[in-house]
Structure formats: structure tokens, C-alpha cells
Nanobody, 121 residues
């Protein structure tokens, strides 16, 4: 399984940024997809998840209303649209895939390499 995340960068507070993750080596439609983030010295924390069909989405309270997760089962991609970014959103963002959203949110899935998002104040 390979999960290739892209789209990180440096933005100013209040800006928007989009991340994308391309998956290969798995039957994409059989997996829930999502995002975690990690800051130095901290554990990875859940950010957002989307179920296999894309019908249901889940968000951490800290990003609810600002971030939107979506997927394209034909393209085998999962995106994270981040609006109203603040310095507290600065982190390495990781794409993840798991058989269920429950397992995904418990960090029991496959991981990609991270992409760094830096938000300046």
C-alpha cells in the first residue's frame, strides 16, 4: 500500500490550503480514508475521516467547520480542504487508510509519508 500526500506549504493565518493523497496498492473503495497530523514531540492526532462510499465524514472538534474531507473513488484520491488556517494548524499531515472509520480513527491503518503545513501568524 502506498499513500502519497501532497499540497503542504507555508501560508499565512486566515488562508486556505488543500492537501491531496493518491493511493495505490489497495482496493480503494474498500477502505475508509483520512488524515492525522503531528507536531514535534507530540503523538499523531486525528483530523478527519471519510467512509468507503464518501457518504459519511468525521472531524476533530478543532477543525470542524473549517476543514472538509472528500474522496474520488475513481481517481483513488482523498483530499483535505483547509480553510481559516491558524498557527495551531501547523503540523505534518499524514494520509491514512483503514478498513473502517473506527479503525482509522484509532490509528490502525496504513500510513503515507507526511506533508508539512506551516501557518504563519
Amino acid at each position: 500500500v502506498q499513500l502519497q500526500a501532497s499540497g503542504g506549504g507555508l501560508v499565512q493565518a486566515g488562508a486556505s490550503l488543500g492537501l491531496s493523497c493518491a493511493a495505490s496498492g489497495l482496493t480503494f473503495g474498500d477502505f475508509a480514508m483520512g488524515w492525522f497530523r503531528q507536531t514535534p514531540g507530540q503523538l499523531r492526532v486525528f483530523v478527519a475521516a471519510i467512509d468507503r462510499s464518501g457518504e459519511h465524514t468525521y472531524y476533530a472538534e478543532s477543525v470542524k467547520g473549517r476543514f472538509t474531507v472528500s474522496r474520488d473513488n475513481n481517481e483513488k484520491t482523498v483530499d483535505l480542504r483547509m480553510n481559516s488556517l491558524g498557527p495551531e494548524d501547523t503540523a505534518v499531515y499524514y494520509c491514512t487508510a483503514a478498513q473502517t472509520t473506527t479503525r482509522l480513527r484509532s490509528a490502525l491503518g496504513f500510513w503515507g509519508q507526511g506533508t508539512l503545513v506551516t501557518v504563519s501568524s
